[in-house]
């Protein structure tokens, strides 16, 4: 079965940190450029992060710029999301998608069933 599982969610409250990972299974991430997506009560899916293939490459949504950082490691089939300086503002579940793309997150072949961040005193 070709799936991808998230974990690491949770309550944290403002100025923590949390780190997600996003596992697969069935199939490697090899050569999938990888994505993590957030939906916020109420609010439209935005994109928060995407990873190249190799690793070499990211970007990252400007409301995250300089606080998350995303990472991989192929040998373990795994995406990171490191998330510092949490704000109210991301509260979301966030999701993980496979693009069959080196470089490009924007059409997802796969995804995962989402995890969620909650941030709040």
């Known amino acids: 079965q070709l799936q991808l599982v998230e974990s690491g969610g949770g309550l944290v409250q403002p100025g923590g940190s949390l780190r997600l990972s996003c596992a697969a299974s069935?199939?490697?991430?090899?050569?999938?450029?990888i994505g993590w997506f957030r939906q916020a009560p109420g609010k439209e899916r935005e994109g928060v992060s995407c990873?190249?293939?190799?690793?070499?490459?990211?970007n990252y949504a400007d409301s995250v710029k300089g606080r998350f950082t995303i990472s991989r490691d192929n040998a373990k089939n795994t995406v990171y999301l490191q998330m510092n300086s949490l704000k109210p503002e991301d509260l979301a579940i966030y999701y993980c998608?496979?693009?069959?793309?080196?470089?490009?997150?924007?059409?997802?072949?796969?995804w995962g069933q989402g995890t969620q961040v909650t941030v709040s005193s």
């Open positions: 069935g199939f490697t991430l090899d050569y999938y450029a």
């Open positions: 990873i190249s293939s190799s690793g070499g490459r990211t």
């Open positions: 998608a496979a693009a069959p793309s080196n470089v490009d997150c924007g059409s997802p072949k796969y």
